[in-house]
């Protein structure tokens, strides 16, 4: 969920703290100012992505707005031990801590795994949008996609139902896809787009895998498509 390399922030860089419940440490980022008066956005990201790499990815995206990272319990410099309640646990805590004195509205970005948890932060707090970039219907039907050959009611002790997070949810939602992707095949997203109530935009990179995705013109447009769309719908 967080690769082991540290990418150079620049100076501006704010490094951010915030403390769980059970005492363990959560360590993140924030790039741009949180005096901006466009929507911060919160990335929560997937498999091997370091949250300060992500950080900088989603603010080369989108300069002019505050960008928000953390590293998922677990991975340095972040305290505790991963799984999947405490992940959807410490995106409450973290997204309480951020909106303190806060009047412009998170919107929230999962990107693969992440899409469970930005997910889940959609279903538990006011978010202007969500951008759901790679997602999966749940982590169990992925893992029959993976292992077909294995018990997975027993290998996989992490629930992450995207599909029952994103029922009846009147959030704005971005979903992209990946038309090559192999980590998280078509199949397994394609069923949460009749489950998304208020799906605004809905789009396949068709030339595109599950990690050469990012740097596709067409999904950096889809990116940046989303994020106006919300925040011209955004309430004023």
């Keep these: 969920m967080a690769a082991s390399n540290r990418p150079l922030l620049p100076p501006s860089a704010e490094r951010l703290e915030v403390t769980a419940p059970d005492g363990n440490r959560l360590v993140g980022v924030r790039l741009g100012a949180p005096s901006n008066p466009k929507s911060p956005l919160l990335g929560f990201g997937g498999n091997a992505w370091n949250a300060d790499s992500m950080a900088l990815y989603l603010h080369s995206l989108f300069p002019d707005h505050e960008v928000i990272a953390f590293h998922y319990r677990g991975y340095a410099p972040s305290g505790g031990e991963p799984s999947a309640k405490a992940l959807f646990a410490d995106a409450l805590t973290i997204f309480d801590h951020l909106q303190q004195g806060r009047s ?80 998280v095949p078509a199949r397994r997203s394609a069923p949460l787009r009749s489950a998304i109530p208020n799906l605004v935009l809905d789009r396949t990179i068709t030339d595109a895998g599950h990690n050469d995705l990012y740097d596709h013109p067409a999904f950096v447009s889809a990116m940046r498509e989303a994020v106006a769309i919300f925040e011209a719908t955004a309430p004023r």
Excluded at 130 to 147: C, G, M, N, W, Y
Excluded at 155 to 183: N, S
């Design 104 to 183: 412009h509205p998170i919107i929230a970005i999962g990107f693969s795994i992440g899409s469970g948890v930005a997910s889940h932060v959609a279903r538990h707090r006011p978010v202007n949008g969500l951008i759901l970039v790679t997602p999966f219907d749940s982590l169990k039907a992925l893992a029959r996609e993976h292992f077909s050959w294995a018990p997975t009611g027993l290998l996989l002790r992490h629930h992450m139902p995207v599909i029952d997070l994103v029922k009846e949810q009147r959030t704005p939602t971005a979903m992209i896809a990946a038309g090559r992707d192999t980590i």
